[in-house]
């Protein structure tokens, strides 16, 4: 089936450092989307972007979060810098109106652990 | 404010066993419910997802939904320990907007 890629599956790096994290979504898929999770727990939802923006942010996506997809390429979760509470999975998904179920797709994760 | 509850937080069935599992949302605006699976250390996969009032069977798993109270729930008959894993529940807005809810962690003794 469609696959999300995502890289690097696994990053530590010390508090205060910058960390991006890189998503290569479903090929015709517009919409995507970044998850946090922490310990096999809730799905929690950061941020989804469609044609170039950010639609909708939650709380959790702090003002040392940025996200972009510069011209079709890897669509990027950016900390800078990066506190303890941000070690957990990141998860990249992305769906598309135009398939027929619209569900949502998920990559395999980059846990990220921040010491 | 939490949009899709879900319950029980944890639910042990034993094989062959049936496992019933609730989601509700609190959010007036959805109107598509979804279901994914995730066993530990994987990513979510999509299990069912339904938009219409009523029921859906596929395989031994069954869903239902009241879109007018928002409540959906999964029924798994003849419980494998390969069902073992997250229950998470998802509510979107047509295709856009999926918030989840905590999960329901089942466990599934042979």
């Known amino acids: 089936g469609p696959k999300v890629l995502q890289i690097p599956s696994h990053q530590i790096i010390d508090m205060g450092q910058m960390v991006t994290l890189n998503c290569d979504p479903v090929s015709n898929h517009l919409y995507f989307y970044w998850y946090k999770q922490i310990l096999g727990q809730q799905m929690e939802f950061l941020v989804n972007?469609?044609?170039?923006?950010?639609?909708?942010k939650s709380k959790l996506f702090k003002d040392q979060f940025s996200v972009e997809r510069p011209d079709g390429s890897y669509f990027t979760l950016k900390i800078q810098p990066t506190a303890l509470e941000d070690s957990a999975v990141y998860f990249c998904?992305?769906?598309?109106?135009?398939?027929?179920?619209?569900?949502?797709?998920f990559g395999e994760g980059s846990k990220l652990t921040v010491l | 404010q939490q949009k899709v509850q879900q319950s029980p937080e944890s639910l042990i069935v034993p094989e062959g066993g049936m496992a019933s599992l609730n989601c509700t949302s609190s959010?007036?605006?959805?109107?598509y419910f979804w279901w994914y699976r995730q066993h530990s250390g994987k990513s979510p996969k999509m299990l069912m997802?339904?938009?219409?009032?009523g029921e859906k069977e596929e395989g031994r798993f069954t869903v239902h939904l009241n879109k007018a109270s928002l409540h959906t729930s999964l029924h798994i008959r003849d419980s494998q320990p390969s069902d073992s894993a997250l229950y998470l529940c998802?509510?979107?807005?047509?295709?856009?907007?999926?918030?989840f809810g905590k999960g329901t962690s089942l466990t599934v003794i042979p």
């Open positions: 998904a992305s769906s598309s109106t135009g398939d027929i179920t619209g569900q949502l797709y």
């Open positions: 959010d007036r605006n959805v109107d």
């Open positions: 972007f469609y044609n170039g923006k950010v639609m909708e």
């Open positions: 998802a509510a979107s807005m047509g295709y856009q907007n999926f918030y």
């Open positions: 997802s339904i938009f219409s009032n």
